[in-house]
């Protein structure tokens, strides 16, 4: 089954809402990314969290290492901010990440 | 951010052809990694590299691929005989190879094999 399992699969928010999204995988991860990826495609890293708190910007993650989740969370979405967010984990080093199908997210003003 | 640079970003291709593409990764950056991007957001690892040499691929990647990542030239990766099925996001992505780090994507390649 899919290791790496993101949810909502889609989100709406209207511009200065909050957003939660989450992560959940089935292995032991030693890296942990939240990627954005734009509608044309290119892939930007958002935040490196194995495991703790780590924020940038209006962006939170926080991953519990040993219930194998993670979560972003968006503070005061933007018009901006839509697009795709995919988690992945790194847990086996040789073939890199392993990605979810991502959350689509719509911010409309 | 990334500093990865993949080219072509767009590339149509009948089938048969063959379809190249190009990827520059990151100064100091010795592992690259190849992934493909299907339209359902699946992502397949596809080969990676430590320097000059393969450290994996998949089975598909060695039958029908071919792949380098020559020195001070940049990597590429080309599909001998294109099929409608290879219609994908292509992604490059470096780092370091000291333990388990970021991975830094280029913009990929966007094939269309009509």
Known sequence: GQQVQQSPAS????????????????STATQLQW???SPGG???SLLSNPSGTKHTGRL??????K????????????TTDSGTYLCAI???YAQGLT??????????? | NSKVIQTPRYLVKGQGQKAKMRCIPEKGHPVVFWYQQNKN???????????QEVLQQIDMTEKRFSAECPSNSPCSLEIQSSEAGDSALYLCASRTGRGAETLYFGSGTRLTVL
């Open chain 2, 41 to 51: 957001n699946e992502f397949k690892f596809l080969i990676n590299f430590q320097n």
């Open chain 1, 42 to 44: 290119s892939l930007v």
């Open chain 1, 90 to 92: 790194d847990n086996n």
């Open chain 1, 35 to 37: 990627f954005y990826q």
């Open chain 1, 99 to 109: 990605f979810g199908l991502g959350t689509r997210v719509s911010v409309f003003p």
């Open chain 1, 11 to 26: 989100l709406v928010l209207q511009e200065g809402e909050n957003a939660e999204l989450q992560c959940n995988f089935s």
């Open chain 1, 67 to 78: 219930e194998r989740r993670s979560s972003l969370h968006i503070s005061s979405s933007q």
């Open chain 1, 60 to 65: 939170t993650s926080t991953t519990v290492t």
